[in-house]
């Protein structure tokens, strides 16, 4: 018998709620509220390793709204950026922006989107995602033209870039889970909410 148990996203993320919409899921959206800059800087403060703090960071949103919502199946999301062991956050500025393009060019970098679900006070599922993304050498120029033409919509996005919206130029390689890039590994959400019954095929 399938469940009806409302879902709650814990995010405001445009994209998140576009991907789990477009999946045909019913769910309502809320913001977390959770100081993850601060939260970040504390648990790096005390060697916490970047694919482990990421986990930390989505169980930390999902548990901050499932407070409020105990009835519900709540979804937490977070990603983080990872360059050279070094964690990269979203920038504040054009000119922090440039900086962190220089940067990842002519790198690799990693992002990794770790997803946990709770009910009440129980954590019923966790996965993280990851994806390795080969930067081009991209010139001074071509990265100042970029900022400046797309600041306004990449500002929210760690990296600052998004290739769903056909930036996938700024790349010679992309190895792993496209939808971990987007912020949320979608078909292992999926996969799990099928397993309870919570959506509709």
Same mark, same amino acid.
Request: charged letters at 30%.
């Given at each position: ?20 919409? %477009? ?12 100081? !993850? ?11 916490? %390793? /970047?694919?482990?703090?990421? /986990?930390?960071?989505?169980?930390? $949103?999902?548990?901050? #709204?499932?407070? $409020? ?6 979804? +937490?999301?977070?990603? #983080? ?13 054009? %000119? ?16 990794? *989107?770790?997803? #946990?679900?709770? %009910?009440?006070?129980? !954590? ?14 991209? *010139? ?34 992309? !190895? ?6 987007? +912020?949320?590994?979608? $078909? ?14």
């Amino acid at each position: 018998m399938p469940e009806t148990i409302p879902i709650v996203l814990a995010s405001t993320s445009t994209i998140r709620k576009q991907l789990l919409q %477009e999946a045909g899921v019913d769910f309502e959206t809320v913001a977390s509220r959770y100081d !993850e800059e601060r939260a970040k800087a504390a648990l790096q403060r005390n060697g916490v %390793e /970047v694919p482990e703090l990421v /986990v930390i960071l989505a169980k930390e $949103k999902a548990r901050k #709204v499932s407070g $409020k919502r105990p009835e519900a199946l709540v979804i +937490g999301c977070d990603q #983080v950026l990872e360059i050279d062991g070094v964690m990269l956050s979203k920038a504040g500025s054009k %000119e922090d922006a440039l900086d962190q393009m220089k940067r990842l060019r002519g790198n690799n970098h990693r992002l990794y *989107s770790a997803v #946990v679900m709770m %009910e009440g006070t129980r !954590e019923v599922w966790r996965h993280i995602g990851k994806a390795t993304l080969f930067m081009r050498d991209l *010139s001074d120029e071509f990265l100042e033209c970029y900022i400046e033409r797309y600041w306004d919509s990449v500002r929210e996005t760690v990296g600052n870039y998004k290739i769903e919206n056909g930036q996938t130029q700024l790349f010679e390689k992309i !190895e792993g889970d496209y939808y971990s890039i987007l +912020g949320l590994p979608l $078909k292992n959400v999926l996969s799990y909410l099928d397993v309870r019954g919570l959506i509709t095929k």
